[in-house]
């Protein structure tokens, strides 16, 4: 009798957490930064509360905002080989028919993605850059010297202090990676969490476990889709935010999304433990600094919630 009494006390605490933090941390919209705030404001205004906003005349002097056409990017990187995810239905890092799907790893010449970017070469398929782990500086590095190594307020409000062994120098370390994004509307992010500054926990999303699988190309040109057997199974939120199943997952209901538009020369910072849903209005180029999370409190606070979630579920 104790037992079920606790228990009810607990589904009745859980089923309260998503109204009581609406109230006391979210908010209605995604707030706009007129000016990039200071190392201090930023870690007290938006790091520590872990919200996120979009920030506007941070990186007008970036050389990339005026350079980056595809002319220039043809004439910088030409013919050289990078890696394109591809897919059928612009979903990399997806679940599709009860599988996790990766996208086809294909290398080929920059020049001639930028012709299917272009219309030059039509294709029923869809490309995109969207290799992680600092692609920019490690495929792209040619266009490194167009954007800034690191966002400095950022760098110093998330205390990446960097100091020399012999003790000479100290300086803010650099993002643990970099990244290079490019491709047409169609591509599009599926929703995930990353453990990251990057990038609101409302409810806790419990992730399936799916096997892990590869889009693979056949003879005729169609996509199959092939079975990673070695690969261990991959925890992934099958939810699709823009068409979302109740039936299968009700508590979504209780969710409320925040949506917001990044414009050319703007930034948004996505905090740690966001889930994210990212799509594009048109073709375009984004670059990201990936800031890894400091595991503390608020991820051990995460982590107890996540299992609570799921115990009550089981009960």
């Known amino acids: 009798m104790a037992e079920g009494a606790a228990l009810r006390a607990v589904r009745g605490c859980m089923a309260a957490f998503p109204r009581e933090a609406r109230e006391l941390g979210c908010v209605e919209s995604v707030p706009y930064l007129d000016r990039p705030p200071s190392p201090?404001?930023?870690?007290?205004?938006?790091?520590?509360?872990?919200?996120?906003?979009?920030?506007?005349?941070?990186?007008?002097?970036?050389?990339?905002?005026?350079?980056?056409?595809?002319?220039?990017?043809?004439?910088?990187?030409?013919?050289?080989?990078?890696?394109?995810?591809?897919?059928?239905?612009?979903?990399?890092?997806?679940?599709?028919?009860?599988?996790?799907?990766?996208?086809?790893?294909?290398?080929?010449?920059?020049?001639?993605?930028?012709?299917?970017?272009?219309?030059?070469?039509?294709?029923?398929?869809?490309?995109?850059?969207?290799?992680?782990?600092?692609?920019?500086?490690?495929?792209?590095?040619?266009?490194?010297?167009?954007?800034q190594p690191d966002i400095p307020w950022m760098s110093e409000a998330l205390g990446k202090l960097s100091v020399s062994p012999m003790l000479t120098k100290i300086c803010w370390k650099k993002p643990d990676a970099v990244n290079f994004w490019l491709g047409e509307s169609a591509a599009v992010t599926s929703l995930s969490q990353y453990y990251s500054q990057l990038g609101h926990l409302i409810f806790s999303m419990i992730p399936?476990?799916?096997?892990?699988?590869?889009?693979?190309?056949?003879?005729?040109?169609?996509?199959?889709?092939v079975d990673e057997k070695t690969a261990d199974k991959v925890p992934w939120i099958p939810l699709d935010p823009l068409n979302p199943n109740l039936?299968?997952?009700?508590?979504?209901?209780?969710?409320?999304?925040?949506?917001?538009?990044?414009?050319?020369?703007?930034?948004?910072?996505?905090?740690?433990?966001?889930?994210?849903h990212v799509r594009q209005s048109h073709g375009c180029i984004a670059v990201n600094y990936w800031y890894d999370m400091e595991y503390d409190l608020k991820y051990s606070y995460y982590q107890l919630l996540d299992c609570l979630t799921e115990a009550v579920k089981v009960l």
Request: charged share 25%.
């Open 40 to 147: 201090l404001e930023f870690y007290r205004e938006w790091v520590s509360p872990n919200k996120a906003c979009v920030i506007r005349n941070a990186i007008g002097h970036w050389p990339a905002l005026r350079k980056w056409t595809l002319a220039y990017l043809r004439e910088v990187v030409g013919p050289k080989v990078v890696s394109v995810a591809v897919t059928p239905n612009g979903y990399a890092d997806a679940v599709f028919q009860d599988r996790f799907v990766m996208p086809e790893e294909r290398q080929m010449p920059f020049m001639d993605f930028l012709d299917i970017v272009e219309k030059k070469v039509t294709s029923p398929n869809v490309f995109y850059v969207q290799k992680q782990c600092s692609n920019l500086t490690e495929e792209f590095p040619e266009l490194v010297c167009d954007v």
């Open 208 to 225: 399936e476990l799916y096997q892990a699988a590869t889009y693979k190309v056949s003879e005729d040109g169609s996509f199959e889709v």
């Open 247 to 276: 039936e299968r997952y009700p508590e979504y209901a209780q969710a409320k999304p925040l949506q917001c538009t990044v414009k050319a020369g703007e930034m948004l910072y996505l905090p740690s433990l966001w889930f994210h």
